[in-house]
Antibody, heavy 121, light 108 residues
Framework: EVHLAESGGDLVPPGGSLRLSCEASGFNFRDSEMIWVRQAPGQGLEWISYISGTGSSTFFADSVKGRFTISRDNVKNSLDLQMTSLRVDDTAVYYC??????????????WGQGSLVTVSS | DIQLTQSPSFLSASIGDRATITCRASQGISSNLAWYQQKPGKAPKLLIYAASTLQSGVPSRFSGSGSGTEFTLTISSLQPEDFATYYCQQLNSYPLFTFGPGTKVEIK
């Protein structure tokens, strides 16, 4: 059974840092591209970061570029999101998710349950 | 950057109704579009990818169509479990993804 489990969500003050982790099981993690998506309270979905299967390629949304980093450990089947210089508008549920590839088509087929990050003084 | 719009933002419908949601892209994205369903407090669920391919396990009352800049998600006969928020997502600018703003489908 596929399982993605985020952890690390917490209440942090503006300007603070936090590291989210995502443990994966039940699929070929090392060959899977992974992303982070967040959802502010009552709002829609926002893609924020991507990492290739090897970890050699990463991309970020403009809203988090320069503040967030993404990494992975293909031995431990884990994905991390390091967040720094946090702002109030970073408050959201953060989901880790897998990008699947079918021939030339992609979609996001596996999602974690989400981890809540609250940035507030 | 590719922007997505969805219409309507809210859709009020009854059990058994046909529901249609439209997603428009600011520039052509071929068929690189997916649809997701999200229920309150839950993670999104992939319904359709490549604009019209039904994800495994998704009921056949869901269908997708379109290419280029205009896409449609259709639910042929709304069931109680279909009341949720639906998002489109473009994957043409992979690996930079964009979601639409969402359409909430409510019970009339």
């Amino acid at each position: 059974e596929v399982h993605l489990a985020e952890s690390g969500g917490d209440l942090v003050p503006p300007g603070g840092s936090l590291r989210l982790s995502c443990e994966a099981s039940g699929f070929n993690f090392r060959d899977s591209e992974m992303i982070w998506v967040r959802q502010a309270p009552g709002q829609g979905l926002e893609w924020i970061s991507y990492i290739s299967g090897t970890g050699s390629s990463t991309f970020f949304a403009d809203s988090v570029k320069g503040r967030f980093t993404i990494s992975r450990d293909n031995v431990k089947n884990s994905l991390d999101l390091q967040m720094t210089s946090l702002r109030v508008d970073d408050t959201a549920v953060y989901y880790c998710a897998r990008v699947f590839l079918n021939l030339t088509s992609r979609g996001i087929d596996y999602w974690g349950q989400g981890s809540l990050v609250t940035v507030s003084s | 950057d590719i922007q997505l719009t969805q219409s309507p933002s809210f859709l009020s419908a009854s059990i058994g109704d046909r529901a249609t949601i439209t997603c428009r892209a600011s520039q052509g994205i071929s068929s690189n579009l997916a649809w997701y369903q999200q229920k309150p407090g839950k993670a999104p669920k992939l319904l359709i990818y490549a604009a019209s391919t039904l994800q495994s396990g998704v009921p056949s009352r869901f269908s997708g169509s379109g290419s280029g800049t205009e896409f449609t998600l259709t639910i042929s006969s709304l069931q109680p479990e279909d009341f949720a928020t639906y998002y489109c997502q473009q994957l043409n600018s992979y690996p930079l993804f964009t979601f639409g703003p969402g359409t909430k489908v409510e019970i009339k």
